[in-house]
């Protein structure tokens, strides 16, 4: 399938949220590690900063994810050095299966090549097997777990438990 991956425009908020939801639904029923929800204000902050995403494919939303430049909240040690970290990858119910995982990975191999940057990074729940090997299979190295102190500006599924840390090296 082809997959076209596009910035996130501001009419696209209230899909996006709805991608945000059926994810939230989806995290509960096949585990207990779920997102909480976001808050409308962070996804316009990166919608303006060019750095929230839309997967299109056929002309219909099925994806989106979110990057960041610095993720010192996560990565204490490891964020001085050059990386893009993916977040909030969200997909509808209609592309579960698609493996949209890999066409993200092929745009930020991409996109960090062309902006000089060395690691594509991620994280996850900590003990979400399923996800994590599914990473692995992507491309990604599990570094191990971490523990994150909670600041607000953090979306809430980060006040409780750990964090598995993943990694690609470009």
């Known amino acids: 399938m082809n997959v076209e ?3 996130t425009q501001n009419q696209d ?3 996006i949220f709805k991608l945000y939801d059926d994810a939230i639904a989806y995290q509960k029923e096949v585990g207990n590690n779920h997102w909480l929800g976001f808050e409308e204000s962070l996804v316009q902050t990166e919608i303006n900063e060019r750095r929230h995403f839309k997967m299109m494919a056929k002309g219909e939303l099925v ?13 204490q040690f490891a ?11 969200a997909a ?7 493996h949209l995982v890999k066409h993200i990975v092929d745009w930020a191999k991409t996109f960090a090549g062309e902006h000089g940057i060395s690691y594509i990074r991620m994280d996850t ?14 491309g990604f190295s599990f570094l191990g777990d971490t523990s994150v102190a909670w600041s607000p500006g953090l979306p809430a599924h980060y006040q409780n438990g750990s964090f598995a840390l993943l990694e690609m090296h470009i």
Do not use: M, P, Q
Request: charged share 20%; aromatic share 12%.
């Open 63 to 75: 994806g989106t994810f979110c990057i960041a430049y610095s993720d010192a909240a996560i990565w």
């Open 5 to 7: 991956i596009v910035h």
């Open 92 to 98: 509808s119910k209609n592309s579960r299966g698609l």
């Open 125 to 138: 729940g900590s003990g979400n097997d399923r996800l994590i090997n599914y990473y692995i299979r992507c």
């Open 13 to 15: 908020i209230t899909e």
């Open 79 to 89: 964020n001085e050095t050059s990386a893009i970290y993916i977040h909030r990858i």
